[in-house]
């Protein structure tokens, strides 16, 4: 079956990098778009950051040129680089895959259109 196991959270202060993992199992890894979501307590869940099967990405406003999204078709593996980390970034992280194939983009910053999900990383940033 399909498996998506994340990787790579922890505890930051404000300002440092991490880097989560997502490595997948069971499925045809280079024909999947891979997303990032994440939820912070009360809140609900929100997009961060996605990569199509091209390689093409897209970015939530909020972390638009602090975070990186990459991928190793040959590991099965996606990456989020995550630097100058904020308070605000605290969440779960999430990674998706989605099969289907869309012309726009936007398809791919919402959570309802992935097929699979894995279990989530805490990351927590530090004042």
């Known amino acids: 079956q399909v498996q998506l196991v994340e990787s790579g959270g922890g505890l930051v202060q404000a300002g440092g990098s991490l880097r989560l993992s997502c490595a997948a199992s069971g499925l045809t890894f280079s024909t999947y778009a891979m997303g990032w979501f994440r939820q912070a307590p009360g809140k609900e869940r929100e997009f961060v950051a996605a990569i199509r099967r091209s390689g093409g990405t897209v970015y939530a406003d909020s972390v638009k040129g602090r975070f990186t999204i990459s991928r190793d078709n040959a590991k099965n593996t996606v990456y989020l680089q995550m630097n100058s980390l904020k308070p605000e970034d605290t969440a779960v992280y999430y990674c998706?895959?989605?099969?289907?194939?869309?012309?726009?983009?936007?398809?791919?910053?919402?959570?309802?259109?992935?097929?699979?999900w894995g279990q989530g990383t805490q990351v927590t940033v530090s004042s």
């Open positions: 998706a895959a989605e099969k289907t194939y869309y012309l726009s983009s936007d398809h791919y910053t919402r959570g309802q259109n992935y097929d699979y």
